[in-house]
């Protein structure tokens, strides 16, 4: 169980770091401390809580807690390709970025909801709950400041953005099962 600790702790130091943006007089005060190592720092740190809870989601004790739907990885299937398509929005500053707002908040909440309903294990809870809660505070605090992008975004690269989110799916799709250790393929009949 210590390792699930560790899991939610590494959630909450995520969390941390990502709802800065979204509180932008401490975000302000943050750079203008640091300069121009505000954006190496924060996508390191970044970097570093990402695979943080990767690294102690990987090594959690497999706890079930609820047996998934049977429908439940076709589901995840389908929020994952949504959720590849706003990753890619997120990468680019195009058009559909700025009109979105967030995606990377909903990125989060589709790759939580989709494997709450593949898995019901412990850790996947705590993990797909607890970024959740940290992307539905992110969606808040952004809507209560009136958080916009920094520019309205290039048009020209909305199919680029698409196109990645779309290869990005297909790479994690085939890949999966080495990277999570997973075979999603096999949960879907493919």
Known sequence: MTTIWLLAAAIVLFGATHLLPSFPAARARVKARLGKAYLPLFIATSIATTVAVGWWWAHSPFIPLYDPPSWGPHVTFTLMLAAFVLFGI?????RLKAKIRNPFAWVILLWGAGHLLANGDLATVTLAGGLMLVAALMLLLARRNDFRPDTAGDPALDIPAVLTGLILYLAMAAFHHLLIGAPIL???GL
């Open 186 to 188: 096999h949960y879907i």
């Open 90 to 94: 997120f990468l680019y500053s195009c």
